[in-house]
Structure formats: structure tokens, C-alpha cells
């Protein structure tokens, strides 16, 4: 499977602080993109990375890329109740812009 | 508002029932996805289109029969489905391309309960 794989599964944080989330992923990409889903709704786009960046930043959020790893992470700092939501990322497959594979996603809780 | 509309957002079907999922969307985009999202599993890639033309098809069930009679309009028509097919599908278009990596952009999706 190509698919990209979350990790963890549930997060459950503290308004303030940090939240860390995982994608692992099995084929060479050209782009990782990170989307947030809002319970029951449709999936927005965060940040994309190229596969020849290492890191990204936009607002609040940090992206990572491993290419050697085939993983990356979101860092989304100084959480906020409004960021409790499921966040996927999404790969491309190698030299095919238009195909994207989803993982299940990490489920954040941030409290208030 | 994403500029992607699907309609109906809730659909309750029995097994024998045909009906159909609509998708528009209204950014210029020449490609258009479906995607199956079931509880605690990865999105499922099910159909692409772009230009129009089918060019992913992933071994979903032929009672999931896609159409897109245009860029900006995609359906999927729904026929003696299963309770398992009970999900959320969700539509997303993209400007498809061989240059430059790409977003995807979803609508709300479609609630879909089999009895």
C-alpha cells in the first residue's frame, strides 16, 4: 500500500501546549501534504512539503520531511480548543502529481 | 465554502435502491476524486478523473459505477449496495497537471447509511 500512516492514532493535549503527530509512508513521494478534517466535514489543506525540503513552517504549524525515513511530522504549537480536529497526511506518488493516498489520521483533542 | 458542493449530505438507502451522489465544483479544476472514509480506516482512493477521462480505478465494486459528463460535475451512482458501504464519501478536485505539485480540494461529503 502506498497509503501514509498517522501516528498516534488520539492525541489528547492542554490548551498551550504542543501537539506532535507522525506520517510514515512506504513509496518515494514527490510532495507530503498535511490536511485537517473538522468532525463529519470535509478535509482542508494545512501546508505541503516538497520531497526536497526538509522543513516548513506556516503560522503555528511546523512540517518535517524524512526522505531517508520515509516520515514526516506536524508540529502545531501553542495549541488552541479550535484546533481539536483529525489531521491526515497525504501522499503523491513518484513522478504522478495527480494521485493522493491518505492515512487514517490522528485524532487531537486539545481542552480547554 | 471550499468551492466544491456535494449534495445530498445525508443519504439513508436500503440494499435494493438505486440513488446517486453529486459532486460540483467551481474553481476551474480538470480533475476530479472520489474518496471512501469508513470509521478507524484510511481514506480510500476510489475514482480519478481528470480531463474528464477515468484514470484510476481501485478495484472498488462495480455497484459503485462513477460518472463525469464534465470538469466541474462528478457523480457516483449507488446500486444494491451492502450495510458495510455505510461511510462518508467524499468529492475533491485539483488542478491536474504533469508540473508542480498539486492540492486537493474536498467538499463536505456525502453521509451515507445502507439498512
Known amino acids: 500500500s502506498q497509503q501514509g500512516e498517522e501516528d498516534p492514532q488520539a492525541l489528547s493535549i492542554q490548551e498551550g501546549e504542543n501537539a506532535t503527530m507522525n506520517c510514515s509512508y512506504k513509496?518515494?513521494?514527490?510532495?507530503l501534504q498535511w490536511y485537517r478534517q473538522n468532525s463529519g466535514r470535509g478535509l482542508v489543506h494545512l501546508i505541503l512539503?516538497?520531497?526536497?525540503?526538509r522543513e516548513k513552517h506556516s503560522g503555528r504549524l511546523r512540517v518535517t520531511l524524512d526522505t531517508s525515513k520515509k516520515s514526516s511530522s506536524l508540529l502545531i504549537t501553542a495549541s488552541r480548543a479550535a484546533d481539536t480536529a483529525s489531521y491526515f497526511c497525504a501522499t503523491d506518488v513518484r513522478y504522478n502529481f495527480n494521485k493522493f493516498y491518505f492515512g487514517s489520521g490522528t485524532k487531537l483533542n486539545v481542552k480547554p | 465554502e471550499t468551492g466544491v458542493t456535494q449534495t445530498p449530505r445525508h443519504l439513508v438507502m436500503g440494499m435494493t435502491n438505486k440513488k446517486s451522489l453529486k459532486c460540483e465544483q467551481h474553481l476551474g479544476h480538470n480533475a476530479m476524486y472520489w474518496y471512501k472514509q469508513s470509521a478507524k480506516k484510511p481514506l480510500e482512493l476510489m475514482f480519478v478523473?481528470?480531463?474528464?477521462?477515468?484514470?484510476e480505478n481501485n478495484s472498488v465494486p462495480s455497484r459503485f459505477s462513477p460518472e463525469c459528463p464534465n470538469s466541474s460535475h462528478l457523480f457516483l451512482h449507488l446500486h444494491t449496495l451492502q450495510p458495510e458501504d455505510s461511510a462518508l464519501y467524499l468529492c475533491a478536485s485539483s488542478q491536474a497537471g504533469t508540473e508542480g505539485p498539486k492540492k486537493l480540494f474536498f467538499g463536505e461529503g456525502s453521509r451515507l447509511t445502507v439498512l
Open positions: 478523473y481528470s480531463l474528464e477521462e477515468r484514470v
Open positions: 512539503i516538497r520531497s526536497n525540503e
Open positions: 513509496t518515494s513521494i514527490n510532495n
